[in-house]
């Protein structure tokens, strides 16, 4: 009878078994299929290899690990991706710092604030040919230089041309169109051109011009305090779903440290996304920017992603001397620290 006891019992037990069972991975299931956020996320240019950390962010899963549905989009400069940004068609993007003031300081600007810088340093620069006897910034003293109507670099020449006492009347610009920007230079018709470093002095030594005819003189290197492109986030985003943001920034931080491990993958990931990429060329737009503008010796101290509140209020004082501001922002105005990971997850190695 004992034995009958046991036997029933066994059964029992492994019909409980049996029933639990699914439950488990009813619920393993549903912790695997819990929504994700949607982030529609916009960029203020063309794709390009600087872009790259969002790319392996999203290809390497650190965007689905924190959750995230992220969407790449284009718009047509900083103002229209600030734009969106604002009315919500974007809950976080990448545009140029400096024009994120700008726009804040204008009376009725919606609250935007950069969540993130990427560029430590503006890559504004002016790109000359040495052979045209430039070799320092003074050297443009009656030289001609290129520049795109609308070129953000050009924005910051004034307080730049005073802090280094060039005379703006002895610089000749001849303004031009993006598509023969490089092509005018190296056809010699002018003596130099502004613009982005990464972009305008790789595009030109594929156009063949020696490399050692190019000097690059990198805004920077003179004295401009600028950051550059940040990520700015909906402020109504930011409020009600922070984890999203936090998680947006970790996952980039990830995207950042595998480009900087691996960027001949990286600049694979950018060019597959460009109609004619060349991997070659992205590759060294990539290694550019980040030499020039991501690991600078301030990133290396303080980690990616935050900002020197003295050295943006400086950065502010400058466009104030070429920007008429309705009510200049302030630094706290502009940057918002909180959905930064703390310094020892974002120290590079």
Request: proline letters at 5%.
């Amino acid at each position: 009878m004992s034995g009958f006891k046991t036997i029933v019992l066994r059964g029992l037990l492994v019909l409980a078994i049996s029933l639990a069972a699914p439950t488990t991975r009813d619920v393993m299931a549903a912790e695997t299929a819990a929504p994700s956020t949607a982030i529609h996320f916009t960029f203020d240019r063309p794709i390009d290899a600087s872009m790259a950390p969002f790319f392996l962010a999203a290809k390497d899963g650190g965007f689905g690990t924190e959750r995230l549905n992220v969407t790449f989009n284009i718009a047509a400069g900083s103002p229209e991706t600030l734009a969106r940004v604002a009315k919500g068609d974007s809950e976080l993007a990448l545009v140029d710092i400096n024009e994120l003031i700008r726009f804040r300081g204008k009376d009725d600007a919606a609250p935007l604030k950069a969540v993130f810088v990427l560029f430590n340093r503006a890559p504004y620069a002016i790109v000359a040919r040495r052979s045209r006897g430039i070799h320092l910034l003074p050297d443009l003293d009656a030289k001609t230089v290129g520049v795109v109507d609308g070129d953000l670099s050009m924005r910051l020449w004034p307080a730049l041309a005073q802090q280094n006492g060039i005379n703006t009347q002895n610089v000749k610009f001849h303004k031009m169109s993006a598509a023969v920007r490089e092509p005018i230079l190296s056809a010699g018709q002018v003596d130099a051109v502004a613009g982005f470093s990464y972009l305008s002095a790789v595009n030109l030594r594929d156009r063949g011009v020696p490399g050692a005819d190019l000097v690059v003189l990198h805004f920077a290197d003179y004295g401009c305090e600028a950051y550059g492109f940040a990520v700015v986030a909906n402020p109504a985003f930011a409020a009600t779903r922070p984890e999203a943001v936090k998680g947006f920034v970790r996952a980039l931080i990830a995207g950042i440290n595998a480009s900087i491990k691996e960027p001949a993958r990286a600049a694979n990931e950018a060019a597959s996304r460009i109609d004619d990429g060349d991997r070659d060329r992205e590759l060294e737009r990539l290694r550019t920017v980040l030499v020039d503008n991501v690991l600078t010796d301030e990133v290396r101290r303080n980690g990616l992603g935050g900002i020197d509140p003295a050295r943006l209020e400086r950065s502010i004082d400058q466009i104030a001397q070429d920007f008429k501001f309705r009510k200049k922002p302030a630094a706290g105005d502009i940057f918002d620290d909180r959905f930064l990971p703390p310094v020892a997850g974002r120290l590079i190695n």
